[in-house]
């Protein structure tokens, strides 16, 4: 071989190298293409957060409500300190330009406002979370290990997932409807099938009321929820004085099927409702396991 020809097969070798861990994906933006593992990741959603946990990867930014009690505790167990960055509904865009990150994840429901700031600090990976779906949260945590570079330990922990809740669902009442809602001070928020949450549990092989005025997150009336008449409610009360608890008082409330079999649970509404993921599906697959067996959840407040 020449030595021409070796120092062009040099060469080509180190262009090789160089770009072995690229990693082209679609995103709510479109094309996403990321030359290298990133190490110095922000997140702008609570489920974003969730894969990066299970491939163990720690942000070094997490829009967290100013509030790390926001985070489920196992995954809380799995990654390091952050900073916060602020709220999710408007992270700031100066605490993330600080962290100097070369990788930001965000919603596209949330951020698309923003995306130009953003993509200015980092390249910016916009995927679905505030109102995605069980199967589309599960989509987004693949794109997530493909980015990082942990695609084959996030396709392992997704089988692993997949034979979890697989048991959960076999410990189950098949065909047992339930209602799981979000109340606060005067409003009650059904989960519908097509909701986070609701798509959870009709993976679990249980009944879930439909979307409602083709809302997924319906806000429903005391009188709906009766003419619903579930087998089970299941209940994430965000405060104290809650629309449902007022509900309660009231002497229809025992028309109710769910009542009058006392088959009523109040759960964690961060687990419930603010989170998803891979430890947040598990951890809803455990508590109902427990509620439909009559047990309260360990996270029941």
């Not at 702008?44 to 985070?71: H, K, M, Q, T, Y």
């Not at 809380?76 to 509904?89: D, L, N, P, Y």
């Not at 997530?144 to 996030?154: E, P, R, S, T």
């Not at 008449?229 to 007022?246: K, T």
Request: hydrophobic share 45%; aromatic share 6%.
């Amino acid at each position: 071989m020449s030595f021409f020809s070796r120092f062009a097969l040099f060469i080509g070798l180190c262009f090789s190298l160089g770009t072995a861990q690229a990693v082209t994906v679609t995103d709510q933006q479109g094309t996403f293409t990321l030359d290298t593992a990133p190490e110095r990741v922000v997140v702008l959603e609570l489920s974003f957060v969730d894969a990066l946990a299970v491939v163990d990867v720690s942000p070094v930014g997490v829009a967290d409500d100013n509030d790390a009690e926001r985070i489920l505790p196992e995954v809380r167990q799995r990654i390091s300190a952050w900073k916060s960055v602020g709220t999710r509904s408007q992270p700031s865009l100066e605490a993330i330009a600080a962290l100097k990150p070369d990788l930001i994840i965000a919603d596209s429901s949330r951020h698309g406002g923003i995306y130009a700031a953003l993509k200015g600090i980092a390249p910016t990976l916009m995927l679905k979370s505030r109102n995605e779906t069980y199967n589309e949260n599960l989509e987004s945590a693949a794109i997530i290990g493909k980015v990082l570079g942990k695609d084959a330990l996030m396709q392992q922990r997704l089988a692993e997932h997949h034979q979890r809740m697989q048991a959960f669902s076999s410990q189950l009442p098949k065909g047992t409807q339930v209602v799981f809602g979000t109340s606060r001070e005067q409003q009650f928020n059904l989960h519908t099938r097509d909701s986070y949450t609701g798509s959870v549990l009709t993976s679990l092989g249980l009944i879930v009321p439909e979307p409602v005025n083709q809302q997924a997150l319906a806000n429903i009336s005391f009188e709906q929820l009766l003419a619903i008449n579930p087998d089970w409610l299941i209940v994430a009360h965000y405060r104290q004085e809650s629309i449902v608890r007022a509900w309660q008082e009231d002497p229809l409330w025992q028309m109710m099927n769910a009542a009058q079999k006392n088959q009523i649970a109040a759960v964690d509404a961060n687990v419930w409702a603010r989170m998803r993921g891979v430890f947040a599906a598990e951890h809803i697959g455990h508590d109902v396991v427990q509620i439909l067996h009559h047990q309260a959840p360990a996270t029941a407040p």
